[in-house]
């Protein structure tokens, strides 16, 4: 088996989030205009400076429920300045914003209000300054193609996508006082 060939075959066995997400890191890293249009993006009203780069990845633009995930993953990237998909989940960073952790009020407050929406696009909306608090407070990145697939799932089970995030956020603790209890 030729190398073009393996490449190829670990290319299918990526996922289109794992391939968007690793598109749009490399293209904010080689494009910093580009990169100012995505951090654009993030607000309805200039969300299409993101459009070029969306509609070239496979993106349907017309339909909200697949642009939204993708507008708001690749804003989040180009903010943050990722160089790499991270490993935190949204949950575990939403508590990392607060001394408390998942104990803050104001954490609980933050994943309140997100699990409180019902609609794709409210969700993306609280979403955003989320993800500010997240850059300022935390020293890692968020695991985009998680957060990718999720909200792409949000439109058709959002209340499993809520779960998880819950369960990211309080499954902390648990994880923690294990560690503890095992030193």
């Known amino acids: 088996m030729n190398t073009e060939t393996q490449a190829v075959q670990a290319a299918d066995k990526t996922s289109w ?3 968007f997400v690793e598109a749009v890191v490399e293209r ?14 993030d607000n309805p009203a200039t969300e299409y400076q993101s459009w070029e780069v969306l509609g070239s990845l496979g993106v349907d633009l017309e339909k909200d429920y697949q642009r939204l995930p993708f507008v708001t993953v ?14 935190l989940s949204l949950g575990r960073a939403i508590a990392a914003c607060y001394e408390d952790g998942n104990q803050s009020d ?10 409180a929406c019902d609609e794709l696009a409210e969700a993306c909306r609280i979403l955003r300054p989320i993800f500010t608090l997240i850059d300022s407070k935390v ?10 697939k999720q909200l792409r799932d949000f439109y ?11 369960q990211e956020f309080y499954g902390q603790s648990v994880q923690v006082e294990k560690e503890e209890g095992a030193a």
Do not use: H, M, T, Y
């Open 139 to 148: 020293g890692q990145p968020l695991d985009f193609i998680r957060l990718l």
């Open 28 to 41: 904010c890293n080689k494009n910093k205009g580009l990169a100012a249009r995505l951090r654009r993006a």
């Open 74 to 87: 690749a804003a989040a990237i180009a903010k943050s300045k990722a160089e790499r998909n991270g490993s």
């Open 156 to 166: 058709f089970n959002g209340q499993r996508v809520k779960s998880q995030w819950a």
């Open 106 to 115: 104001q954490a609980k407050a933050r994943l309140r209000r997100l699990l």
């Open 17 to 19: 989030e794992q391939r």
